[in-house]
């Protein structure tokens, strides 16, 4: 391999290393909707014709390996977490899959998820400083 | 065991009252108020003799094909049905038809589209519809009752739509006064809405009727005469 060749590697790798991804959500709902409707990473479920106001926090792995992280626990044991970041609120891209439900933006990180028909949808939830897409399942049962 | 009078008057009271909550009309994020005004003075939300058309800070259940409108304090945002449970009769004045029975999301949406804020509307199929007199005091009214009024004097008699349970439901629905015999109505009432004005000048007799949204009816037997009822 030739001296440039070894260089273009390195930078490709390099910028591999600092790309983030997606790793995990947070869905935090605003507010509490009717017929016991909730809402959580694990997924939204509510009535047709009903809304839930919710905030949507993405983390992404620390591509830095945690270093930073690292707490030294006497003289030889070292503790590394695995930390997470959130990507920044106004990178957040978020779709709705499906034509059970539909997506409103309240602010950046803010959205309000709509009932449109019984059935199933999915939230996808990007950003632009991170790789990857994440999903949350959307339930709308009937009134 | 509350009668059905008691649980209408509750009802009443609550729709009276519907301004004295900790948060009175705050969406439910928080960022808006919404307010629920009369568009007709049918609706039996806003019907107060001393303020017809009033609004309401809290949304009071609303009956099933029944028209209403909704402000926002915030003058830049605007009233929106996401779906057709509701649906716009008059865009300008943000006036709604309740469509469908059960919760319905209202948003308030900027200038921009996004939401500010959100409430959920409740609607009920009304099942029947009640009355209440008001001569200096009220009282309700059993469907088929005997109403009395002294020649020369004044009583209001007020109908409203109710749920299953006798709950008042809010919203403007069609109300038309009848009577039996047919010229009795205009001898000894003035129609309002779903308010009869009844100021008998001589002695009659006969049947007042009321039918609302196209099929609900109630009725009360009537009787005027010289220095007071039978």
Known sequence: MTPSRLV???????????????????????????????????????????A???????????????????????????????????????????????????????????FVVLGAAPGPANLAVSSTDAVGTLRVAVQIFPQ | MRTPQRLVSSAV?????????????????????????????????????????????LLPVLAKGAVFRL????PANVPYSPTPRLTVIDGEAVTFRAEVAGYSAIFARDANGNVRDLVHAMVVEPAAVTLLTRQGGSAWLESGATLSVPVGSTVALRSAPADALGHVLAGALDV????????????????????LLIAPEAPAEGELK???????LAKVKFVAAVGGGK
């Open chain 2, 13 to 57: 009271l609550g729709l009276l009252l519907a301004g004295c909550g900790a948060a009175p009309g705050e969406g439910e994020l928080g960022n808006d108020r919404f307010l629920y005004a009369c568009v007709e003075r049918s609706d039996a939300a806003c019907d107060d003799a001393s303020s017809p058309t009033a609004s309401l800070e």
């Open chain 1, 52 to 110: 839930v106001a919710v905030r949507i926090v993405a983390y992404t792995e620390d591509p830095g390996g945690g270093a930073s992280n690292c707490t030294t626990l006497g003289d030889t044991f070292t503790s590394c977490e695995s930390p997470q970041d959130s990507v920044a609120a106004s990178s957040l891209r978020v779709g709705v899959e499906g034509d059970a439900a539909s997506l409103f933006g309240v602010e950046d990180d803010v």
């Open chain 1, 8 to 50: 273009v590697l390195a930078l490709a790798l390099g910028s591999a290393a600092c790309t983030r991804r997606l790793e995990s959500l947070a869905v935090l709902p605003l507010t509490s909707p009717p017929l016991g409707g909730t809402a959580s990473a694990a997924g939204i479920s509510i009535g047709a014709g009903t």
């Open chain 2, 210 to 216: 009321v039918t609302v949204a196209g099929s609900l």
């Open chain 2, 71 to 74: 402000l926002t304090e915030n």
């Open chain 2, 176 to 195: 038309v006064w009848s009577s039996t015999p047919e010229d009795l109505l205009a001898t000894v009432a003035k129609v309002d809405g779903n308010v």
